[in-house]
């Protein structure tokens, strides 16, 4: 595909995209829900397609993308589906006393022209999940996923050409020159997917047209181990959701701050804990089933790097490090004797090396955590209520969890984000509908009634008090 056909085809959809979304600003709650079940209908048809396709791309295990890439947009349509209708009422407001006589209301406007940019370590779910808010708001949208999981992307195009006419939704696969051509289009919101530096990109290019963005960035999240904690339920937890997926989880758990009196036991629960998920008989994680591969070559060497840059500079690996570079294969693994110089520290890991720092009072750790980018996620593992909330209180993060780390994906009744280095905006369930919604503010007055003659020149109120 030459990129004068790519643009120009670009162009066509975006223009009659344009069309079809003044004519969805009067879409029935029903006729937005036909679509959404014309997709989830797709979806449960074609399950092994989307299991394929996904395992094709990074050797996901199949419950793993049941779980993370197909239920979660499942739940996410089911969702939309019960709620549309309450979602699109417009919200009354109360009338203040200078206001007498009026009414107002908040009306939910479709914004219209939409564009969703995905990255790949969840391709399908990212890519679809914001699909539901758009096509819920009673938006159009055109959809670009990563190049890097080219079998997804190709199923993805397939199943939006099988579902809708172009003129609805619409994929337009390939590198960033599609997303560059994309983004120099006058969208009338942008749902964007991806790392903070590329956000950024994506936001100067949105400023062109003051188009509003979704920025769902990433970033390093800390999870904090106080020493007042159930070791073994915290390991289990963060075991699971460092490894999970490779450690390819925007919200994994970057790296722990753990209290230093409970440092020795908590490496060794985790030790345990990953044998007993990924080599429960003794064959080796390579061999697991359950285990993800790193997405490419690129990211191999990336992880290479963190891991060299690291153990030269003074980390050990007390976990871990074996590395089979014919199937991107990276064990779990576990860093101790960090320090803030070295990349592992610097840079998002977005794979499965987990640094261990160490803190003696919450104080330390808030203080680590206040000096870095506000994270997506913060995770506090902790039995004691009063440092739990002192944590939450006194750091600021997109979204907190406590005792457990990466579930508040699952919970649609949450908004799911980040805050400035780690986006801007919110996703999921009604937060994802207000994302792709223009909150129109309506004032009906009633005809022949001026609230206040004194609003009028001739003005007479100089020197009066405002009160
Ligand atoms: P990325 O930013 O490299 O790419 C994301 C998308 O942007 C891809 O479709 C890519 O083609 C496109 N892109 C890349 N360069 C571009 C450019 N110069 N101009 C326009 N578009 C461009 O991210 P990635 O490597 O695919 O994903 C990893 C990052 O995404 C991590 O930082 C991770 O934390 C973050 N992430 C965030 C969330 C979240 O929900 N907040 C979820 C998943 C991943």
């Not at 092994?48 to 996410?76: C, L, N, Q, W």
């Not at 009338?95 to 406007?109: A, C, D, K, V, W």
């Not at 003696?360 to 996620?377: F, H, R, S």
Request: with cysteine; hydrophobic share 40%; aromatic share 8%.
């Amino acid at each position: 595909m030459t990129e004068k056909f790519n643009s120009l085809s670009i162009d066509n959809t975006f223009n009659s995209q344009k069309s079809k979304s003044i004519s969805l600003r009067s879409s029935t709650a029903a006729e937005r829900i036909r679509q959404l079940e014309k997709l989830q209908d797709w979806i449960k048809s074609h399950l092994e397609d989307i299991r394929k396709g996904i395992f094709a791309d990074f050797k996901k295990p199949y419950p793993e993308i049941d779980a993370s890439e197909i239920f979660v947009v499942t739940s996410e349509i089911k969702h939309a589906i019960k709620n549309i209708e309450s979602w699109m009422k417009p919200t009354k407001v109360s009338t203040p006393l200078p206001m007498l006589g009026s009414n107002s209301h908040i009306q939910y406007e479709p914004k219209g022209t939409t564009l969703i940019i995905a990255p790949w370590n969840y391709p399908f779910n990212l890519a679809i999940g914001p699909l539901v808010s758009a096509l819920a708001a009673g938006c159009t949208a055109i959809i670009k996923p990563s190049e890097m999981t080219p079998h997804t992307s190709a199923l993805i195009k397939r199943m939006i050409e099988e579902v809708f006419e172009p003129e609805l939704v619409a994929v337009f696969e390939g590198e960033v020159e599609v997303a560059q051509h994309l983004l120099s289009k006058p969208f009338d919101h942008i749902f964007f997917t991806g790392s903070p530096a590329v956000g950024k990109i994506v936001m100067k290019a949105a400023a062109e047209n003051l188009t509003s963005v979704t920025l769902e960035l990433g970033g390093k999240s800390p999870a904090i181990i106080d020493s007042h904690v159930d070791i073994q339920d915290a390991a289990s937890k963060i075991v699971w959701g460092k490894y999970v997926n490779c450690g390819q989880t925007c919200i994994a758990p970057d790296y722990l701050l753990v209290q230093e009196n409970i440092k020795n036991e908590l490496i060794e629960a985790i030790q345990v804990k990953i044998k007993e998920m990924y080599d429960p008989k003794n064959k080796g994680i390579s061999q697991s089933k359950d285990y993800a591969r790193i997405v490419n070559d690129r990211h191999l060497k990336r992880m290479k790097n963190l891991l060299q840059d690291a153990t030269l500079k003074g980390a050990k690996a007390v976990i871990g490090g074996e590395i089979l570079e014919a199937e991107n294969y990276f064990e779990p693994t576990v860093l101790t004797e960090v320090s803030d110089k070295m990349d592992v520290m610097e840079e998002e890991i977005f794979g499965p090396i987990l640094p261990i720092m160490t803190y003696t009072n919450t104080t330390e750790a808030i203080q680590y955590i206040n000096n870095k980018p506000k994270p997506l996620a913060l995770y506090i593992f902790s039995n004691s209520e009063e440092v739990a909330n002192t944590i939450l209180i006194q750091t600021s993060s997109g979204g907190a969890v406590v005792n457990d780390c990466v579930v508040h994906f699952l919970q649609n009744e949450l908004p799911f984000g980040g805050v400035n280095n780690s986006g801007i905006g919110k996703a999921h369930g009604h937060f994802g509908f207000l994302a792709f919604s223009n909150e129109k503010a309506v004032l009906e007055q009633r005809v022949g009634f001026i609230p206040s003659k004194s609003l009028y020149p001739p003005y007479n109120f100089i020197g009066k008090k405002i009160s």
